[in-house]
């Protein structure tokens, strides 16, 4: 069964102090590994997609590289805007749905 | 570009009733996924929709059920509610089938039940 870790469960950052959110997974065969961003009372956001290992994403703030057992979300300088839950999800060869980890709530404070 | 809209936002009911739940996704998304978000289990898998038909059912019970009209708009249904099933139900769209890259959410319905 495809089973996706998130860790740590919550972290608390000072503006600027940078730090990675890790997200290991089991998938019998992986097709996607996606980011999304949740606001308190919203929907996740996309953030990224990596599919293969040792491609990386970069948007802003945030990079997403891909091993084959794990992925890591840097955040570089963080700014308190940058607070949310960070979810993980994969996606297993020949599925049509999304197996989410439980997220990882990301605290910047100014 | 509206967004993926979700209807009614914030609801209670009591054990036994049944809900009915609402998504309007993004204009020209021919699919619908319906996950279920819970503070233990994270976001859960419910079915997807693609031009009325569902492609994939999570493992859920047949109590939960779903389905997507002409317009793609779609709706599920929890029939004989359990205090479990209080959860964020969250609607994502797309513009194909399956998950190949971005899925659109909307801002979720919120059950309680009693």
């Known amino acids: 069964e495809d089973q996706v870790t998130q860790s740590p469960e919550a972290l608390r950052l000072q503006e600027g102090e940078s730090s990675s959110l890790n997200c290991s997974y089991t998938v019998s065969g992986l097709r996607g590994l996606f980011w999304y961003r949740q606001d308190p009372g919203k929907g996740p956001e996309f953030l990224f997609t990596l599919y293969s290992a040792g491609e990386e994403k970069e948007k802003e703030r945030l990079k997403a590289t891909l091993t084959k057992k794990e992925s890591f979300l840097h955040i570089t300088a963080p700014k308190p805007e940058d607070s949310a839950t960070y979810l993980c999800?994969?996606?297993?060869?020949?599925?049509?749905?999304?197996?989410f980890g439980t997220g990882t709530r990301l605290t910047v404070i100014p | 570009k509206a967004g993926v809209t979700q209807t009614p936002r914030y609801l209670i009911k009591t054990r036994g009733q049944q809900v009915t739940l609402s998504c309007s996704p993004i204009s020209g998304h021919r699919s619908v996924s319906w996950y279920q978000q819970t503070p233990g289990q994270g976001l859960q898998f419910l079915f997807e929709y693609f031009s009325e038909t569902q492609r994939n059912k999570g493992n859920f019970p047949g109590r939960f059920s779903g389905r997507q009209f002409s317009n793609s708009r779609s709706e599920m249904n929890v029939s004989t509610l359990e205090l479990g099933d209080s959860a964020l139900y969250l609607c994502?769209?797309?513009?194909?089938?399956?998950?190949?890259?971005?899925?659109?959410f909307g801002e979720g319905s919120r059950l309680t039940v009693l």
């Open positions: 994502a769209s797309s513009r194909l089938a399956g998950v190949d890259g971005e899925l659109f």
């Open positions: 999800a994969v996606q297993e060869r020949g599925a049509n749905n999304l197996f």
